[in-house]
């Protein structure tokens, strides 16, 4: 009786993750694309402010996306589908590499593609229109989503093995395919290029 109630135990937990990834997956589909200003804060552990900043996000699904951070200083994060481009401006390096190595920038990743292989290494639990998605494996931090029903992403976190948690507020928002010339990345004259492909 006790292996039966394991079982079924066990049967339950999966499908209330599966359920809730489903749930998920599904309400970031309805949006194909969408343009929004974002204001971050990051904090530690103990929960002292290490920065504030401000910027703008372009996403067209799957896997295009455009970060670009104004506040504090500038950096670009551009996926062209294929590869993933870092530009940061006051450096004068641009990083590329191909997009499935971008394990950095997972959460974009996981937001812009609810096909990705990536998906199998989380475990997503929901509450209401919150969503953690935490590693399988348990090795990393993990993140919090905030999706309405519509599919609209209202904010998300990305909270470090540490406890170090960064916060992203979302703004001005316009949902539609975006123009395609966002994700296209150009480099500028007299910067070193990091070529990881």
């Known amino acids: 009786m006790k292996k039966i109630i394991l079982v079924l135990c066990l049967f339950f937990s999966c499908s209330v993750f599966a359920d809730a990834k489903d749930v998920l997956q599904q309400r970031l589909d309805k949006v194909q694309g969408f343009y929004a200003k974002f204001s971050q804060v990051v904090k530690t552990a103990d929960n002292q402010l290490i920065q504030e900043g401000k910027g703008e996000l372009w996403m067209n699904r799957p896997n295009y996306f455009n970060w670009t951070m104004t506040e504090p200083d500038e950096s ?103 123009d395609m010339k966002y994700f296209q990345f150009t480099i500028p004259k007299n910067v070193s290029v990091d070529d990881q492909r």
């Open 76 to 178: 670009v994060i551009i996926s062209d589908s294929k590869d993933l481009w870092i530009y940061m401006p006051m450096v004068e390096q641009v990083t590329v590499m191909p997009l499935t190595q971008a394990v950095d920038n997972r959460l974009l990743l996981l937001m812009t593609d609810s096909k990705s292989a990536a998906w199998h290494d989380y475990q997503v639990t929901q509450k209401q229109n919150t969503f953690t998605l935490k590693p399988t494996d348990h090795s990393t931090g993990y993140f919090v989503l905030s999706v309405l029903p519509t599919g609209m992403i209202a904010d998300f976190a990305i909270i470090e093995a540490d406890g170090q948690r960064s916060y992203y507020q979302l703004s001005h928002q316009t949902l539609g395919k975006v």
